[in-house]
């Protein structure tokens, strides 16, 4: 019996990608079905950055299909390929930027920049390419995470910025611009136009994913950026911590209220286990996150615990992600950063580059 491209399609359709939960024919990633006799090609296209899962999935699918009777040599060509997706209605894209990811929490405290600088290296460990927007102006915390403390930007034409490099993530801060020790006495309408400023005026090249830490809390600064920022999706950190808690609700419906999807929640300092004699406890509570995602409907991606070597690296100016890229916790952050990187991929698709401008000339 002959194969067709149906009983490829039937094989892969049994077979369950990790990441999403879908198998390969539901969720669209089998492209370019190839026969020539006995001999099978074709390509597995992946929404989501997944560098370290690539083999994983090469040998599933070909196992899949090696269940086929009669078939020879199977060819698997997986990759990933990261588009746009949809904003906010009346937000336009960013030049070079695909999509934007607003890291946020209801209030300071929670390690809401340690998480996005993790969840930025972990994309970009992933393949993908990543940037950083350190938001918060009042505590810019990027440059001393990311080991650019010191550095500052160059402008070539003397009206845009190169943004930094670290561990291969583009990354920009107020922090880049002023002394460390300098307050920043602003008033919300001048801290919306920086952001804003080195949001349009930095050359940011062919990013997939912009992650934003924003400035904690639900203010004036935080509702402008939610509303002029093109975001596809934000993320809540939080702690298990009652009133943790409560703030995080509060950016949750903030975002809601400019819809702009919310693509889950991590809760950090989930539980501490001491490191001289391995006794667990909830220092901030427990179950917390999880009960506010079941209230919200959104999704619980993830726990950190709290463990002193997270603070050290991320002040030492290499965060977890590469400091210990083989720790339990650097695999946490990675599983996140996979997390939201799919659920960013099955968001709607960017479609304004295929509205023509439509343009009234006096006839």
């Given at each position: 019996?002959?194969?067709?491209?149906?009983?490829?399609?039937?094989?892969?359709?049994?077979?369950?990608?990790?990441?999403?939960?879908?198998?390969?024919?539901?969720?669209?990633?089998?492209?370019?079905?190839?026969?020539?006799?006995?001999?099978?090609?074709?390509?597995?296209?992946?929404?989501?950055?997944?560098?370290?899962?690539?083999?994983?999935?090469?040998?599933?699918?070909?196992?899949?299909?090696?269940?086929?009777?009669?078939?020879?040599?199977?060819?698997?060509?997986?990759?990933?390929?990261?588009?746009?997706?949809?904003?906010?209605?009346?937000?336009?894209?960013?030049?070079?930027?695909?999509?934007?990811?607003?890291?946020?929490?209801?209030?300071g405290g929670v390690g809401k920049s340690t998480t996005a600088v993790n969840l930025a290296l972990?994309?970009?460990?992933?393949?993908?390419?990543?940037?950083?927007?350190?938001?918060?102006?009042?505590?810019?915390?990027?440059?001393?995470?990311?080991?650019?403390?010191?550095?500052?930007?160059?402008?070539?034409?003397?009206?845009?910025m190169e943004p930094l490099l670290a561990y291969g993530v583009q990354a920009m801060s107020i922090?880049?611009?002023?002394?460390?020790?300098?307050?920043?006495?602003?008033?919300?309408?001048?801290?919306?136009?920086?952001?804003?400023?080195?949001?349009?005026?930095?050359?940011?090249?062919?990013?997939?994913?912009?992650?934003?830490?924003?400035?904690?809390?639900?203010?004036?600064?935080?509702?402008?950026?939610?509303?002029?920022?093109?975001?596809?999706?934000?993320?809540?950190?939080?702690?298990?911590?009652?009133?943790?808690?409560?703030?995080?609700?509060?950016?949750?419906?903030?975002?809601?209220?400019?819809?702009?999807?919310?693509?889950?929640?991590?809760?950090?300092?989930?539980?501490?286990?001491?490191?001289?004699?391995?006794?667990?406890?909830?220092?901030?509570?427990?179950?917390?996150?999880?009960?506010?995602?079941?209230?919200?409907?959104?999704?619980?991606?993830?726990?950190?615990?709290?463990?002193?070597?997270?603070?050290?690296?991320?002040?030492?100016?290499?965060?977890?992600?590469?400091?210990?890229?083989?720790?339990?916790?650097?695999?946490?952050?990675?599983?996140?950063?996979?997390?939201?990187?799919?659920?960013?991929?099955?968001?709607?698709?960017?479609?304004?580059?295929?509205?023509?401008?439509?343009?009234?000339?006096?006839?």
């Amino acid at each position: 019996m002959s194969l067709v491209a149906q009983d490829i399609t039937h094989a892969l359709n049994e077979a369950i990608d990790p990441n999403t939960g879908k198998s390969y024919v539901a969720g669209k990633a089998l492209k370019n079905v190839r026969i020539d006799g006995s001999d099978v090609a074709f390509d597995i296209e992946l929404g989501y950055p997944a560098k370290s899962q690539i083999d994983l999935i090469r040998k599933q699918v070909i196992a899949a299909v090696k269940t086929l009777p009669g078939v020879g040599n199977i060819s698997a060509n997986v990759y990933s390929k990261v588009i746009a997706h949809a904003v906010q209605l009346g937000v336009k894209l960013l030049p070079g930027v695909k999509n934007v990811i607003a890291v946020a929490s209801g209030k300071g405290g929670v390690g809401k920049s340690t998480t996005a600088v993790n969840l930025a290296l972990a994309l970009a460990q992933e393949g993908a390419t990543v940037g950083m927007l350190d938001a918060d102006i009042y505590g810019p915390s990027q440059p001393q995470m990311l080991g650019l403390a010191g550095q500052q930007p160059e402008s070539r034409d003397g009206e845009s910025m190169e943004p930094l490099l670290a561990y291969g993530v583009q990354a920009m801060s107020i922090g880049f611009m002023v002394d460390v020790e300098t307050p920043m006495i602003w008033r919300g309408p001048m801290v919306v136009q920086a952001l804003d400023q080195m949001l349009q005026q930095t050359r940011w090249k062919e990013v997939d994913y912009l992650i934003v830490d924003m400035p904690p809390g639900t203010g004036d600064t935080q509702l402008s950026l939610a509303q002029k920022v093109p975001v596809t999706g934000a993320v809540i950190v939080t702690t298990p911590q009652d009133i943790a808690l409560i703030d995080a609700r509060k950016g949750l419906k903030m975002f809601e209220k400019v819809n702009v999807p919310i693509l889950g929640l991590v809760e950090n300092m989930s539980i501490h286990v001491c490191s001289n004699c391995g006794h667990t406890e909830h220092v901030f509570g427990a179950g917390g996150g999880e009960k506010m995602c079941a209230d919200y409907g959104v999704e619980f991606l993830g726990a950190l615990p709290l463990e002193m070597s997270i603070r050290e690296m991320a002040d030492g100016g290499k965060p977890t992600v590469v400091g210990a890229p083989d720790s339990k916790a650097a695999e946490i952050y990675r599983a996140i950063a996979r997390r939201v990187a799919v659920k960013v991929a099955e968001k709607a698709k960017d479609m304004t580059a295929k509205f023509p401008n439509i343009v009234v000339q006096n006839a």
